[in-house]
């Protein structure tokens, strides 16, 4: 059963680091940070998702390491790593890293990876999606061996943010696992996604309230706004792309965020 959430309603950016130049991205977050918003996300891909598919495109996590320098309030991250780019221990000692940089504000989001031609491109095995799923299975209890045995120690407990809507096995490494969950669709897919992770945090003893509910959204924030925190997600994103990075959606949102807080 789905519930509204308790949580204070948060907004964040997803800036595609796609066909722009780097100063451009920059200028983004900056401008994002100066709107309110609460998260500012990349993704972690080699190459455009979409428009020319050899346009310009910047890796994910020297960016996180840059924002880490030129933001100061809002919280980072990718949306999401891929977990086959990157050993889980390293990975694991850069979060660590950017968490030290900013102060405090990284969100180690992270998914099972899906574009195979970075893959192909890169000289990664590209597999099945089950077998990718299952490397992340793996690999998230190694991350977190990792961060506790490092030193310095993070600055705090690193929120994990895990993406995807998987039902028997996205969705139940995220009730053991995540902090945040984030998925994507229209509420009747939401709400059926929420009731299946209840169901899972009900099967390992979890309170599925300490888990923040995250959607990618488009439109009018006063339509689906209500709707989505009907079944408890607090976090809601907009996607931008480059090379321009119009906010003007992300205005929106933003507002709405604050009339429904307060």
Known sequence: MTTPTNRKLRVGVQLHP???????IRRAAAEA???????VFNWDHFYPLYGEPEGKHFEC??????????????????LVTCNSYRNPELLADMARTVDHISGGRLVLGIGSGWFEKD????????????????????SLPRIESRLAKLNPAPTRKIPVLIGGGGEKKTLKLVAKHADIWHGFGDPEVVQRKVEVLD????????????IERSCGVEGEPAELGPKLAELGVSLFTVGVGGPDYDLSDLRKWVAWRDQQNG
């Open 18 to 24: 796609q066909h722009a130049d780097y100063a451009s």
């Open 199 to 210: 169901a899972h945090c009900a099967d390992l003893g979890r309170d599925p309230a300490e």
């Open 119 to 138: 893959y192909t491109e890169y000289g990664y095995d590209f597999g099945t999606a089950g077998g990718r799923l299952n490397d992340l299975a793996s």
């Open 33 to 39: 940070e100066d709107l309110g918003v609460d998260i």
């Open 61 to 78: 996590w020297t960016m996180l390491g840059a924002w880490a320098e030129a933001t100061s309030r809002v919280e980072i991250g990718a």
